[in-house]
């Protein structure tokens, strides 16, 4: 009788303690295990804080760990595409005065479809996996991209132009499981890394934003002013600050909340009241968007986040010829364009977009 082949599964492999119990569970599960480190684009001369991916440091802990799992790991080098279409556009939106979020970039250019596409292609894999807090759950002949258990680590939100290609492909080893729990098994497991810290920043920013943005953009100064047109202050160019922000401004009596940008005057827009200010918006528009299981029929209800850490919000969504528009049932706070708005129905992803 023949031996059944293991399915193959090319694992993303940070240095972190994630992706290490991920291929943990994937070879418990009975899976053929490979591990791939990827290499993105990093300016010389920025400061990073500790546990920055794709260092030295971290291929060396992710190597660590492939070897007392007894998997291979591989570099991939994807600097090149990473450069191109994550850093050159964060840059580029934010010289357009938008606020964008590279981890869905990220996601949806290089991890789930450059690395899937080279997984598919140079390992002959069946599925690729990462340490992203998500589940996939298959229904009939579609693939459900849901939340993870751990509410608190979820990050669906930053999935949503997965598409059902992808997903058929993808597998999310750490979706029913909370970071404690990781961290238990990484410690049971005598992972070295088993209490290293998640990184905060983005990955090729560094320490600071505003020194990162100012190596590339045509920072002008100009004036803050509050909501009544009086000055109060000075801004070192409007790119540095995006709808919402509270801290960096500058200014004393506070705290601060930035209301708005007037990129014709080149004024700051602030408030000390933001209950009372303009920073609430009831709709929104939206655009570049993607439907995790085919686009829905419109007008529909469901929840929205218009960013990673904010609560899932009630609202109504409307399409008019290719216009998609969001009304709340509560004013959101800070819409910031450039930023990704997802939509839920309780658990599960049904797309998402980028804010105007």
Known sequence: MLKKKKKRVVI?????????????????????????????????????????CCSLESFNQAKEVADNLGIKIHKLNVGKEFKAKIVDEFISDYAALKTPNPCVSCNKFIKFDLF??????????????????AQVKKVGRKFKLLRGKDENKDQSYFLYN????????VLFPLGKYNKPQIRKIAKKMNMAI?????????????????SFLSRYLNLKPGKIVDENGKEIGKHNGLQ????????????AGGPWFVTGIDKTRNLLIVTNDPEKSKIFSPALQCHKLNWVAGEPKFPFKCQAQIRYRSKPEKCK?????????VEFIKPQRAVAAGQSIVFYKKQEVIGGGVIK
């Not at 899976?31 to 804080?49: H, N, S």
């Not at 899937?116 to 807090?133: E, N, Q, R």
């Not at 997965?162 to 492909?169: F, P, R, T, Y």
């Not at 540095?240 to 200014?251: A, D, E, H």
């Open 12 to 52: 993303g492999m940070s240095g972190g303690v994630d992706s290490a119990v991920a291929a943990a569970l994937l070879l418990k599960q009975g899976y053929d295990v490979t591990g791939v480190f990827m290499q993105f684009w990093f300016p010389q001369g920025v400061t990073y804080g500790e546990n920055r």
């Open 116 to 133: 899937l596409k080279k997984s598919l292609t140079l390992f002959d894999a069946d599925y690729i996996a990462t340490g992203h807090y």
């Open 162 to 169: 997965l598409d059902q290609n992808a997903l058929k492909h």
């Open 194 to 210: 088993h209490a290293k810290k998640d990184s905060q920043e983005i990955c090729f920013v560094g320490k600071s934003h505003s």
């Open 240 to 251: 540095l600050y995006t709808v919402g922000q509270r801290k960096g401004i500058g200014l």
């Open 317 to 325: 969504v409307t399409k008019v010829k290719d216009e998609i528009f």
